[in-house]
């Protein structure tokens, strides 16, 4: 599907330059222009990441439309320098809809050219310019470029806790790259593993909170019984991408082939909340070496059922033979249940970066951070289980 036309209006001054550095979205005449960026960002060693997307078919308007991409480029004097991915969803702010927009792989050519480093200010500029709620997510350390640059525009950041619970303990203790970084951490995990003690310290300190009557099932693809989740949770969200049936179709299509869609239900057959989730099989990862890992990308559902929705969809997970489970998600209350549910704290390395409207849009409102709902689905959570 041909990429939705927009015609751009945000055009920023470069400084003492007769030129102007323009926000535009992609389209076929930009193309040449694209592939030549590409080719002067793998002249100058860039990696994979810093690249631009050669073809605005790949950014569609999903299904109904209700979730768009939309590739942003820099232009100046017909070359491009640098570029964006804009994703605008319907989301939930302090109780009203909003006009959410989450973006994503923002790149600049003045990491190999000095020229153009004005590129990625104003590249921070023309996005929060671009509504009240804009969110970035994923980053790595608070020490990379790009959190920093946000945090001299004036954005907040924050890291969205990292969860998980192990299920395969001696093979986590042998695969998992953190444990290895020295000799000496290297030894002390694998005698723990060799010697059994492991098994017992993990039964301890993930140690479980039984959940009200609930069951859980895998279900094909998503449907209304969505709508009715959502509304039951969105009054304890003071930020959030809405969760409704054709937001999630969008966001996650039953058509792809790694995503795994449970729903939970009441003892009476009533749906109670949701997961969606990656079972994967890592090889030599930088943080996961060869662990099979299941991935809980998101989930929804009241404060009565996140227990449930937590455990169940942790059993399942093992019971496919998952060596651990993890998820990333910023909402105080699911980080309580799923602490409940046996999960444990690791170090997280994905950040949530908010404009400085969205950011005083929340202070207004005392407890506006810890009811935050942003999960690893919201970023690149789904391909990089980094």
């Not at 979730?67 to 605008?88: P, R």
């Not at 939930?92 to 990625?120: D, M, T």
């Not at 895998?218 to 709508?227: E, L, M, Y």
């Not at 969809?313 to 409940?340: C, K, P, Y």
Request: hydrophobic content about 40%; overall charge positive; proline content about 5%.
């Amino acid at each position: 599907m041909a990429l939705r036309k927009i015609v751009a209006r945000d055009v920023v001054k470069r400084g003492p330059s007769s030129d102007t550095l323009r926000f535009v979205p992609f389209t076929n005449e930009l193309l040449e222009p694209v592939r030549a960026f590409n080719r002067r960002m793998l002249e100058g060693h860039a990696q994979s990441e810093f690249l631009l997307i050669e073809s605005g078919d790949v950014q569609p308007v999903f299904g109904n439309g209700t979730v768009q991409w939309v590739q942003h480029l820099a232009v100046e004097g017909g070359e491009v320098h640098g570029g964006v991915i804009e994703m605008a969803q319907p989301g939930w702010l302090n109780g009203k809809f909003a006009r959410v927009l989450n973006f994503q792989s923002p790149v600049s050519e003045g990491i190999l050219n000095n020229r153009h480093r004005i590129v990625a200010m104003q590249m921070v500029k023309f996005m929060q310019q671009r509504s009240e709620a804009v969110f970035i997510v994923g980053m790595g350390s608070a020490t990379n470029p790009l959190p920093r640059l946000l945090k001299a525009a004036g954005w907040s950041l924050q890291s969205v806790p990292f969860l998980f619970r192990v299920h395969r303990t001696r093979r986590f203790l042998h695969e998992l790259r953190l444990l290895h970084h020295t000799r000496f951490r290297s030894f002390l995990a694998r005698a723990a593993a060799a010697t059994g003690v492991d098994l017992l310290t993990m039964k301890v300190i993930q140690i479980r909170w039984p959940a009200a009557d609930f069951r859980i099932r895998q279900v094909k693809s998503w449907d209304t019984w969505a709508d009715e989740i959502w509304h039951r949770f969105r009054p304890y969200c003071s930020f959030a991408v809405q969760r409704t049936f054709k937001a999630l179709q969008a966001l996650y299509p039953p058509s792809d082939p790694r995503l795994s869609i449970f729903l939970i239900e009441d003892s009476r057959g009533n749906p109670a909340g949701w997961s969606a989730c990656f079972d994967t099989r890592t090889k030599n990862h930088r943080h996961f070496g060869d662990l099979r890992v299941g991935t809980i990308l998101d989930c929804a559902a009241p404060p009565d059922a996140m227990r449930a929705v937590a455990l169940l969809t942790d059993n399942a997970m093992a019971a496919r033979g998952v060596d651990l489970t993890i998820t990333n998600l910023s909402h105080a209350m699911w980080n309580q249940e799923f602490r409940r549910a046996g999960f444990l704290y690791g170090p997280s390395n994905y950040l949530l970066g908010m404009s400085p409207r969205l950011t005083a849009a929340l202070t207004r409102d005392g407890d506006g951070e810890a009811g935050i709902h942003i999960t690893r689905g919201d970023g690149d959570g789904r391909t990089n289980l980094g």
